[in-house]
Antibody, heavy 119, light 108 residues
Framework: QLQLQESGPGLVKPSETLSLTCSVS??????????WGWLRHLPGKGLQWIGS???????YYNPSLKSPVTIYIDTSKNQFSLRLSSVTAADTAVYYC???????????WGQGTLVTVSS | EIVLTQSPGTLSLSAGERATLSCRAS???????LAWYQQKPGQAPRLLIY???NRATGISDRFSGSGSGTDFTLTISRLEPEDFAVYYC?????????FGPGTKVDIK
């Protein structure tokens, strides 16, 4: 059974970089033709797609995000990661990693991790 | 970007009743690329429906999706106690993919 698990700091200072990693078990990222993604649940504002990455490393980002985003994949560790630069309090959210179903929608999710941006 | 509006904001029903949730898009969702999710407190969203009307793996046939263009509906035929949750729609036909604000289905 496919499982995803987010890891990273729960507290980040304003203007610093938020870094999270998603560890995938039950499938090999490099042996599937799946897209993987990062999403977040902003308090009082609902769900937001941050970006997605293909196993080849091709990336797609949400241009609505104010903080610069980078998503990258490490097939040797079966992980993919998120970096959000120059964060502000508005980036405080529960962050999820997820797998994109081949015909759309995210069908496997990590449990989510709360990241608070505060000094 | 495509803005999704969900109605009602809260739906108060009893177990055994039928729930009808609406998701309206600010512009046509190409390919009917619309998904529905269920989320319970402290849990990640769970994919229920993709492609507007296709049930995801393991999802009860009490859940059905319909619609096209700008108007989509999620129907729960007979509410079970475990169905009381928040439901979100998501469009992935336009970039960026966007989510609706959610409909809370609570116990009357």
């Amino acid at each position: 059974q496919l499982q995803l698990q987010e890891s990273g700091p729960g507290l980040v200072k304003p203007s610093e970089t938020l870094s999270l990693t998603c560890s995938v078990s039950g499938a090999s990222i490099s042996h599937t033709t799946d897209y993987w993604g990062w999403l977040r649940h902003l308090p009082g504002k609902g769900l937001q797609w941050i970006g997605s990455i293909y196993y080849t490393g091709a990336t797609y980002y949400n241009p609505s995000l104010k903080s610069p985003v980078t998503i990258y994949i490490d097939t040797s560790k079966n992980q993919f990661s998120l970096r959000l630069s120059s964060v502000t309090a508005a980036d405080t959210a529960v962050y999820y990693c997820a797998k994109l179903h081949k015909i759309g929608g995210f069908d496997f999710w990590g449990q989510g991790t709360l990241v608070t941006v505060s000094s | 970007e495509i803005v999704l509006t969900q109605s009602p904001g809260t739906l108060s029903l009893s177990a055994g009743e039928r729930a009808t949730l609406s998701c309206r898009a600010s512009q046509t969702v190409s390919g009917s690329f619309l998904a529905w999710y269920q989320q319970k407190p402290g849990q990640a969203p769970r994919l229920l429906i993709y492609g507007a009307s296709n049930r995801a793996t393991g999802i009860s046939d009490r859940f059905s999706g319909s619609g096209s263009g700008t108007d989509f509906t999620l129907t729960i035929s007979r509410l079970e106690p475990e169905d009381f949750a928040v439901y979100y729609c998501q469009q992935y036909g336009g970039s960026p993919s966007t989510f609706g604000p959610g409909t809370k289905v609570d116990i009357k």
